[in-house]
């Protein structure tokens, strides 16, 4: 089982920047496509930012060119840099891993983290 937990949410004024990171448990982290999800009130989880096993990484259009994910398979970390937010970035950010075999899917989640952007 893989335990995924999130931290560096908070509040920050329009136009500033956040990095979030997500800690995997376990050895199985460099195996694992990694995602950004993000949920505000009312509305539906989307998605973020993605990166593979293997590095390649696709973005959400609302974020491209702001936002930027990483991953470090040393520190089984995934990080996401937010840059120029607005306060329609204002969610609760999820970390997401998934790790598809010859014998089935497993996905995780982390508990989420609050990002507010507001002045």
């Known amino acids: 089982q893989v335990q995924l937990v999130e931290s560096g949410g908070g509040l920050v004024q329009p136009g500033g920047s956040l990095r979030l990171s997500c800690t995997a448990s376990?050895?199985?982290?460099?195996?694992?496509?990694m995602a950004w999800y993000r949920q505000a009130p009312g509305q539906q989880r989307d998605m973020v930012a993605t990166?593979?096993?293997?590095?390649?990484?696709n973005y959400a259009d609302s974020v491209k060119g702001r936002f930027t994910i990483s991953r470090n398979n040393a520190k089984n970390t995934v990080y996401l840099q937010m840059n120029s937010l607005k306060p329609e970035d204002t969610a609760v950010y999820y970390c997401n891993g998934v790790r598809t075999r010859w014998s089935g899917r497993n996905e995780y989640w982390g508990q989420g983290t609050q990002v507010t952007v507001s002045s």
């Open positions: 990166i593979t096993s293997g590095g390649s990484t």
């Open positions: 376990g050895s199985i982290f460099n195996t694992l496509d």
